[in-house]
T-cell receptor, first 114, second 114 residues
Framework: GENVEQHPSTLSVQEGDSAVIKCTYS??????FPWYKQELGKRPQLIID?????GEKKDQRIAVTLNKTAKHFSLHITETQPEDSAVYFC?????????????FGQGTILTVHP | GAGVSQSPRYKVAKRGQDVALRCDPI?????LFWYQQALGQGPEFLTY????????KSGLPSDRFFAERPEGSVSTLKIQRTQQEDSAVYLC????????????FGSGTQLSVL
């Protein structure tokens, strides 16, 4: 089955700096890659996603890039703010499986210091 | 309702007890998913329904776990003879139909088995 590795496990930045979180996946047939933000005790919330036919997607301060050849994708947050502090999870959906059946990474605890 | 609703929010069970966790998906959403999230980990897929049909239960960890969705709306995840390793947050998510990939998670049920 699909395996997703996420790095780093913790990331600490100063307000205004950029943050980058990287994930690799194992199944070359995977075709959908969402990113979730989870604040303590709350539900995971989808912040951005990308499909395998797209190399990059941007939404305001958040961007995701996908390298299908290398089987890795990254989340980029620019101009970080304290409210960006949370746990971020990447995920991948392997080809041929039911929609919504995602394999998640282990998570990255992002701390943005004022 | 406005979002996926889960109840109870917290559940404490003694080892060996049976528990039932409820999920009310977003109105009209055809597909429903259950995930298990252990402390400090990413969510892990348990099972998937399309309407009332359970199409994938490959993630259920043992035969003590059972899920149903008899009328294609509300779903119940039942855990029999709970064990300490069952302690986790159980997340429910729904999608509009098979063609819609964005998962909307509920707030989860935090199960603690003593």
């Amino acid at each position: 089955g699909e395996n997703v590795e996420q790095h780093p496990s913790t990331l600490s930045v100063q307000e205004g700096d950029s943050a980058v979180i990287k994930c690799t996946y194992s199944d070359s047939a995977s075709n959908y890659f969402p990113w979730y933000k989870q604040e303590l005790g709350k539900r995971p919330q989808l912040i951005i996603d990308i499909r395998s036919n797209v190399g990059e997607k941007k939404d305001q301060r958040i961007a995701v890039t996908l390298n299908k050849t290398a089987k890795h994708f990254s989340l980029h947050i620019t101009e970080t703010q304290p409210e960006d502090s949370a746990v971020y999870f990447c995920a991948a959906r392997a080809g041929g499986t039911s929609y919504g059946k995602l394999t998640f990474g282990q998570g990255t605890i992002l701390t943005v210091h004022p | 309702g406005a979002g996926v609703s889960q109840s109870p929010r917290y559940k404490v069970a003694k080892r060996g007890q049976d528990v039932a966790l409820r999920c009310d998906p977003i109105s009209g959403h055809v597909s429903l998913f259950w995930y298990q999230q252990a402390l400090g980990q990413g969510p892990e897929f348990l099972t998937y329904f399309q309407n009332e049909a359970q199409l994938d239960k490959s993630g259920l960890p043992s035969d003590r776990f059972f899920a149903e969705r008899p009328e294609g709306s509300v779903s119940t995840l039942k855990i029999q003879r709970t064990q300490q390793e069952d302690s986790a947050v159980y997340l429910c998510a729904s999608t509009r139909d098979r063609g819609k990939e964005k998962l909307f998670f509920g707030s989860g049920t935090q199960l603690s088995v003593l």
